[in-house]
């Protein structure tokens, strides 16, 4: 007589969405293109803040960029307003 396996679901999500190197790379990329330089200490130190007229609309270390890049594949709050500001698909938009 065969033993069961335990019915377990086909497919199985991981935590993460991007190795540790991909995520990096891209939210270094993403430093870049939003035109900072990487500190002498290394992007491990850096901070991103996006400011409008009036106030502080973002701000993230590169750390937890980093760890969220990784969880969700994006960083959702910038990527909101990377995306509104976009002249053709999300200049209709206010943020």
């Known amino acids: ?6 019915n377990l679901p086909f497919l199985v ?6 190795s540790a190197a991909k995520a990096r790379n891209a939210v270094g990329g993403l ?6 330089k990487e500190p002498k200490e290394g992007w491990e130190k850096a901070t991103l803040t ?3 007229e009036k106030k502080t609309i973002f701000e993230m270390s590169f750390v937890d960029m980093v760890k ?5 594949g ?4 910038l990527q909101r307003i990377l995306d509104r500001r976009d002249g053709v698909f ?5 943020g």
């Open 1 to 6: 007589m065969t033993e069961k396996s335990p």
């Open 13 to 18: 999500l991981h935590e993460y969405h991007l």
């Open 31 to 36: 430093f870049k293109g939003l035109g900072q």
């Open 50 to 52: 996006l400011r409008n």
């Open 68 to 72: 969220e890049s990784r969880r969700k």
């Open 74 to 77: 994006i960083v959702a709050d």
């Open 90 to 94: 999300g200049g209709t938009l206010k």
